[in-house]
């Protein structure tokens, strides 16, 4: 089991910048692949990035060249690093725990509670 728990939203202007932090407990968190996704009001939850255990990563096309992924196993903590934030970004943004490396949100086992983030125009 691990638990998860994400930090680091809130508002922003558009073109601003946000960091969130998923942090987890009960195993270490380099034994999982790591994603962030998010959801808007009315809307699926939709895959954002993703890091491996070898810190591979990718990104969805509307995340490419403004957010980051990366992790600190040290600290057991993963972070999405977002830039150039425009009004779409707002949504809950989660964090997830998965053995498999994918983009669906099935493929991943534990969850945490969100975090919302809204951008302002």
């Known amino acids: 089991q691990v638990q998860l728990v994400e930090s680091g939203g809130g508002l922003v202007q558009a073109g601003g910048s946000l960091r969130l932090s998923c942090v987890a407990s009960?195993?270490?968190?380099?034994?999982?692949?790591m994603g962030w996704f998010r959801q808007a009001p009315g809307k699926e939850r939709e895959f954002v990035s993703r890091?491996?255990?070898?810190?591979?990563?990718s990104s969805a096309d509307s995340a490419k060249g403004r957010f980051t992924i990366s992790r600190d196993n040290a600290k057991n903590t993963v972070y999405l690093q977002m830039n150039s934030l425009e009004p779409e970004d707002t949504a809950v943004y989660y964090c997830?725990?998965?053995?498999?490396?994918?983009?669906?949100?099935?493929?991943?086992?534990?969850w945490g509670q969100g975090t919302q983030v809204t951008v302002a125009s």
């Open positions: 997830a725990a998965g053995m498999i490396s994918g983009t669906e949100p099935s493929w991943y086992a534990y």
């Open positions: 890091i491996t255990r070898d810190g591979l990563t």
């Open positions: 009960g195993r270490i968190l380099s034994s999982y692949v």
